[in-house]
């Protein structure tokens, strides 16, 4: 779920002004060259990281998705789980989360899972998803654990093509996953969403970028 609607243009326009979201020419894991770049790493403050939570909060609340936790896969996840979790606390639904490591412990509690008992119906929460990877080996733990994984929630949806050893998919990575996993992939805003943006703008900068973004999308939009 996205969709062109106010709050997903509020967040593309907060992306933006935060730097998060940048335009120029950026060559993406798949070898394209992107006139934009989406980098979550960016924000990078507690302003900018609460008002990031506030647009997952409210997506997911709008959304109706039954979860009883969140899961953040390491790293960007991890930071991305305890903010969403302040936010949706904040609005009255307190949910556990929990996290994983990228190297098991062998002291302490040990193991590669930190935080709450991932049980039950588990969200993961992560930024974007580019080749899938963190999505399978989320799901892979949260399985083992003895929890199901029900849906993933992103930030941004690029809508484009995933690239499998060089040759373009039908599928997007976001469609690869709901195909593969029968999830659930929630995101607060789309390519779609973006090109509305750029299209009304009146900053003619930020319009400028409109025809370069809408024809990427033309060769490798799904």
């Known amino acids: 779920m996205a969709g062109t609607d106010a709050l997903a243009q509020d967040f593309v326009r907060f992306a933006v002004d935060a730097g998060v979201l940048r335009f120029g020419e950026f060559k993406t894991k798949a070898g394209r060259l992107s ?3 989406f980098n979550a790493g960016l924000f990078d403050d507690g302003a900018k990281l609460g008002r990031l939570a506030e647009f997952y909060a409210a997506r997911l609340m709008a959304s109706g998705l039954a979860f009883d936790m969140l899961f953040g896969p390491a790293y960007k996840g991890i930071t991305l789980a305890a903010a969403v979790a302040v936010e949706l606390a904040r609005r009255g639904r307190n949910v556990p989360f929990a996290y994983n490591r990228k190297e098991a412990k062998d002291h302490g509690e040990g193991g590669t899972l930190v935080g709450a008992p991932v049980t039950g119906r588990v969200l993961i929460i992560d930024d974007v998803i580019s080749a899938g990877t963190s999505v399978r080996e989320s799901i892979q733990m ?9 849906a993933v929630t992103i930030a941004l949806d690029r809508q484009e093509k995933a690239a499998e050893g060089g040759v373009d998919s039908p599928l997007s990575a976001v469609q ?22 750029l299209a009304s703008a009146q900053d003619p900068a930020m319009a400028g970028h409109s025809e370069r973004v809408a024809a990427y999308r033309a060769r490798y939009g799904v």
């Open 35 to 37: 006139p934009y770049f």
């Open 142 to 150: 949260i399985r083992a654990a003895g929890a199901q994984p029900v």
């Open 176 to 197: 690869q996953v709901k195909a593969q996993w029968q999830l659930d992939v929630v995101a607060i805003a789309t390519l779609q969403d973006l090109l509305q943006v």
